[in-house]
């Protein structure tokens, strides 16, 4: 419980002021509709520039997840959820990766891909507490020798937004649950052992967390993933919680692996177009009483907290949390808490497009909608270079089209990878470590809670298709000749030049 004495202080009041407004903007995604006909954005042509190809060792990749291209996981929160009635369509099979992955697998070799992105579902390793399926765990080594086998370099996903449904029940006395509570910070190290040490062997490349920017918000103050919770101090508990999750894991898997590289991926949810500092929001409560908004669009404020070894929110979990539930590098090395500071080997983010309205920001979940903005690619890539100075994965890059129709803007996913290619290479030239580049994804997925988004280089029809028949887009060729090319050369950039300027 909280005492009356801090919910009046005024820090606390400023960091609920904060996450008022927040709210307010996110849950207006239910109550304003998005305008049928937008007028396309107006886009820029490539000038036919020679930029450097990429290093021999670049890592070109694809992405998926477990939940969204597995099919028939019933262990989950996500299951439980959608069993709840709480989203359009149910998951299904999905596009039944968990059978097909040797074939998707191939489908990426033959683009030239180089690297693979794949996640292992932790409902399915550890279907209850303690107890573990290694039939389950043989499952996911096989697929990554797979992987191997065909000459990729796997990349896995540790919680890519689903866990067990048993980490969201409370069974003990403390009254907390799901991330909320500490105690599923050692159930993730747990699990994270038990996978590194059946995996390692074939797996160098790790992301302990997917999207924890957005993914802890969203359920944990909004309410609109699972546990379905809109509490403001279980917001902060769990971003906590899973930043020393993070951290430890960082530890057990480099103890496991010592060249290991492990990092957790955010979700760039937008290139900071309100705020006129890229600072965080937690420099003064003064500061943040008249910057809401603008401040909880810093999408960074997990990297930052590893980079400086301090909860990005601490000036308020000071005071929420016991002080052994809050540390800086320097208190984590007295009270014994886990340190946080420098506990990433690269940067990972996911860039899909900038928001520069209100109304698009309320509308994010319509992807096909979403202004698309292969220059800001650049914009990143060096901020981020000058921040933190490590190597750097775009863990993710894609399009979204509505069941695979084309966009009003008239973007194309060839044109989509083209253009963002260049300007990942005209980073690169300018200094920045990129080493790896993901599409987001191999295959069409369930998009957590229907499968109206399309980003697939292959179109697979969950809903009608029931031999779940890959389809090649045009992004299949676009992406093999840019492999191929080592980038977007001159010849690739008038090939797909984009939509017309309007």
Same mark, same amino acid.
């Given at each position: 419980?909280? /005492? @009356?004495?801090?919910i009046?202080?005024?820090?606390?009041?400023?960091?609920?002021?904060?996450?008022? +407004?927040? &709210?307010?903007?996110?849950?207006?995604q239910?109550?304003?509709?998005?305008?049928?006909?937008?007028?396309?954005?107006?886009?820029?042509?490539?000038?036919?520039?020679?930029?450097?190809?990429?290093?021999?060792?670049?890592?070109?990749?694809?992405?998926?997840?477990?939940?969204?291209?597995?099919?028939?996981?019933t262990?989950?929160?996500?299951?439980?959820?959608?069993? +709840?009635?709480k989203?359009?369509h149910?998951?299904?099979?999905?596009?039944?990766?968990?059978?097909?992955?040797?074939?998707?697998?191939?489908?990426?070799?033959?683009m030239?891909?180089?690297?693979? #992105? @794949?996640?292992?579902?932790? /409902?399915?390793?550890?279907?209850?507490?303690?107890?573990?399926?290694?039939?389950q765990?043989?499952?996911?080594?096989?697929?990554?020798?797979?992987?191997?086998?065909?000459?990729?370099?796997?990349?896995?996903?540790?919680?890519?937004?689903?866990?067990?449904?048993?980490?969201?029940?409370?069974?003990d006395?403390? $009254?907390?649950?799901s991330?909320?509570d500490?105690?599923?910070?050692?159930?993730y190290?747990?699990?994270?052992?038990?996978?590194?040490?059946?995996?390692?062997? =074939?797996?160098?490349?790790?992301?302990?967390?997917n999207?924890?920017?957005?993914?802890?918000?969203?359920?944990?103050l909004? $309410?609109?993933?699972?546990?379905? !919770?809109?509490?403001?101090?279980?917001?902060?508990?769990? $971003?906590?919680?899973?930043?020393?999750?993070h951290?430890?894991?960082?530890?057990?898997?480099?103890?496991?692996n010592?060249?290991?590289?492990?990092?957790?991926?955010?979700?760039?949810?937008?290139?900071?177009?309100?705020?006129?500092?890229?600072?965080?929001?937690?420099?003064?409560?003064?500061?943040?009483?008249?910057?809401?908004?603008?401040?909880?669009?810093?999408?960074?404020?997990?990297?930052?907290g590893?980079?400086?070894?301090?909860?990005?929110?601490?000036?308020?979990?000071q005071? &929420?949390?016991?002080?052994?539930?809050?540390?800086?590098?320097?208190?984590?090395?007295?009270?014994?808490?886990?340190?946080l500071?420098?506990?990433?080997?690269?940067?990972?983010? =996911?860039?899909?497009? #900038?928001?520069?309205?209100?109304?698009?920001?309320?509308?994010?979940?319509?992807?096909?909608?979403?202004?698309?903005?292969?220059?800001?690619?650049?914009?990143?890539?060096?901020?981020?270079?000058?921040?933190?100075?490590?190597?750097?994965?775009?863990?993710?890059?894609?399009?979204?089209?509505?069941?695979?129709?084309?966009?009003?803007?008239?973007?194309?996913?060839?044109?989509?990878?083209?253009?963002?290619?260049?300007?990942?290479?005209?980073? @690169?030239? =300018?200094?920045?470590?990129?080493?790896?580049?993901?599409?987001?994804s191999?295959?069409?997925?369930y998009?957590?809670?229907?499968?109206?988004? +399309?980003?697939?280089?292959?179109?697979?029809?969950?809903?009608? =298709?029931?031999?779940? !028949?890959?389809?090649?887009?045009? $992004?299949?060729?676009?992406?093999?000749?840019?492999?191929?090319?080592?980038?977007?050369?001159?010849?690739?950039?008038?090939?797909?030049?984009?939509?017309?300027?309007?």
């Amino acid at each position: 419980m909280v /005492s @009356m004495n801090l919910i009046k202080s005024k820090r606390l009041a400023a960091v609920f002021q904060l996450i008022t +407004a927040s &709210l307010f903007v996110f849950s207006c995604q239910t109550l304003v509709p998005q305008p049928q006909n937008q007028a396309p954005a107006a886009v820029s042509r490539l000038n036919a520039t020679a930029v450097r190809p990429t290093p021999n060792q670049f890592m070109w990749g694809v992405s998926s997840a477990g939940y969204q291209a597995e099919g028939n996981e019933t262990n989950s929160q996500w299951y439980f959820w959608e069993q +709840a009635g709480k989203t359009k369509h149910r998951s299904g099979k999905a596009v039944d990766f968990y059978n097909r992955y040797e074939e998707d697998i191939l489908l990426a070799k033959q683009m030239g891909v180089n690297s693979f #992105r @794949m996640s292992v579902e932790w /409902s399915r390793v550890e279907p209850q507490p303690g107890v573990f399926d290694e039939a389950q765990i043989a499952h996911y080594r096989k697929i990554v020798q797979t992987v191997r086998k065909h000459g990729m370099e796997p990349l896995v996903t540790l919680v890519h937004f689903t866990y067990p449904q048993w980490l969201d029940i409370d069974s003990d006395r403390d $009254g907390l649950r799901s991330w909320e509570d500490p105690d599923s910070i050692d159930a993730y190290l747990r699990y994270t052992d038990k996978v590194a040490r059946a995996l390692s062997s =074939d797996v160098r490349y790790w992301i302990t967390f997917n999207e924890p920017n957005i993914w802890l918000p969203i359920a944990h103050l909004f $309410g609109k993933t699972p546990p379905g !919770t809109r509490s403001p101090l279980g917001f902060l508990r769990s $971003g906590w919680n899973v930043l020393k999750a993070h951290a430890r894991a960082y530890d057990r898997l480099h103890g496991i692996n010592p060249q290991a590289m492990v990092s957790s991926n955010i979700f760039q949810f937008q290139y900071n177009p309100f705020a006129k500092s890229p600072k965080s929001f937690a420099a003064s409560p003064e500061a943040m009483n008249t910057r809401t908004i603008e401040a909880f669009a810093d999408s960074d404020w997990f990297m930052d907290g590893l980079k400086s070894g301090e909860y990005a929110y601490g000036i308020h979990a000071q005071q &929420l949390f016991k002080p052994s539930h809050y540390a800086s590098e320097a208190s984590a090395r007295n009270n014994g808490t886990v340190a946080l500071l420098g506990r990433f080997d690269y940067v990972a983010f =996911d860039y899909y497009y #900038r928001f520069t309205k209100l109304e698009q920001v309320m509308n994010a979940h319509e992807t096909w909608r979403m202004p698309i903005y292969p220059e800001g690619l650049y914009n990143v890539l060096m901020d981020y270079h000058r921040r933190f100075n490590k190597p750097i994965v775009i863990a993710e890059n894609g399009i979204g089209l509505f069941q695979n129709k084309p966009r009003a803007d008239g973007w194309k996913r060839a044109d989509h990878i083209v253009h963002h290619v260049y300007h990942m290479q005209r980073a @690169m030239q =300018d200094g920045a470590k990129v080493i790896g580049y993901y599409h987001w994804s191999i295959t069409d997925n369930y998009e957590w809670g229907d499968f109206d988004s +399309a980003f697939g280089l292959y179109r697979v029809d969950a809903l009608n =298709d029931p031999s779940l !028949t890959r389809i090649p887009t045009d $992004g299949v060729e676009a992406y093999r000749s840019v492999i191929a090319a080592k980038g977007a050369t001159p010849l690739l950039q008038q090939k797909y030049p984009g939509p017309v300027n309007r």
